[in-house]
């Protein structure tokens, strides 16, 4: 009669099984969704690393000429969206229109990335190798691929496609703005989408947020969450009493009103 969402599992024993969040609770099935394993035959075992082991999850790290598209999964969004923008990102890598950082910077950011989505994941589902935060990942891979819109360009070019981008909903449709060629059909998808969204309430909203520049916010604040989360000092202040207490304040509302709930 209930459907109820939990977390990650902590152990099993017998019938029983422990959640992260310290609940316990008895079971008559179990249906394991394992998904499955890529396995590569064709290539040599060097190559065959998890996909955590790989830069941005997708291209070898000590060697950019082979990349693995498509096997980086959002908890929401599009698998076919972000393997999209890692074609564009790959193909420019692969022709030099795109450059890279050095070895050094690769393993670096590929361990930072590693630690900073295994911590987002902690609690939930971080049992998924490969999981990302949809939005945040394929921002990223957009700002790598020169495929991010420059809004203050596309305003100065045409005012009214400024318009409607801005005050659209998300589509992968604005990574297409910056290209002359495919900007006209861009904004035709991005109106298309826009329709019935400018209500007054909308607007006003949508304009204050600007106002704020909320958007510059949150990427200063994501910088300084991915560098926390990355920093050696992190595990260690992770675990202060004071820390955990502030963490713990900080869930109540989440725990309260969404988890173990039908």
Not at 222 to 240: E, G, H
Request: proline fraction near 4%; hydrophobic fraction near 40%; charged fraction near 25%.
């Amino acid at each position: 009669e209930k459907l109820v969402p939990k977390g990650a599992i902590a152990s099993c024993n017998g019938r029983e099984v422990t959640f992260a969040d310290g609940s316990r609770h008895e079971f008559d099935l179990a249906i394991m969704s394992t998904g499955y394993t890529t396995h590569y035959p064709f290539l040599s075992e060097r190559y065959r690393v998890g996909v955590q082991e790989r830069y941005k999850y997708c291209l070898d790290v000590e060697d950019p000429s082979i990349a693995f598209i498509g096997l980086t999964r959002p908890v929401v969004g599009s698998i076919v969206g972000i393997s999209e923008l890692q074609a564009r990102w790959v193909s420019g890598v692969f022709s030099g229109r795109l450059g890279l950082k050095s070895l050094e910077e690769r393993r670096r950011e590929t361990k930072g990335d590693a630690i900073r989505w295994n911590s987002y994941f902690e609690r939930s589902s971080c049992r998924l190798k490969g999981l990302v935060e949809g939005y945040t990942y394929v921002d990223d891979i957009a700002r790598k691929a020169g495929v991010y819109p420059n809004y203050w360009s596309l305003f100065k070019a045409n005012p009214y496609y400024w318009f409607v981008a801005v005050f659209s909903p998300y589509n992968a449709a604005i990574y297409r703005l910056n290209d002359p060629r495919h900007r006209e059909r861009a904004i035709q998808i991005l109106e298309y989408h826009r329709e019935g969204t400018l209500t007054p309430l909308h607007l006003l909203f949508l304009a204050f947020l600007r106002t704020i520049w909320f958007d510059w916010w949150i990427n200063q604040i994501s910088s300084v969450k991915y560098y926390i989360q990355t920093s050696r000092w992190w595990p260690f202040v992770r675990d202060l009493r004071v820390v955990r207490a502030a963490n713990y304040v900080w869930c109540l509302p989440k725990r309260v009103l969404f988890d173990n709930k039908s």
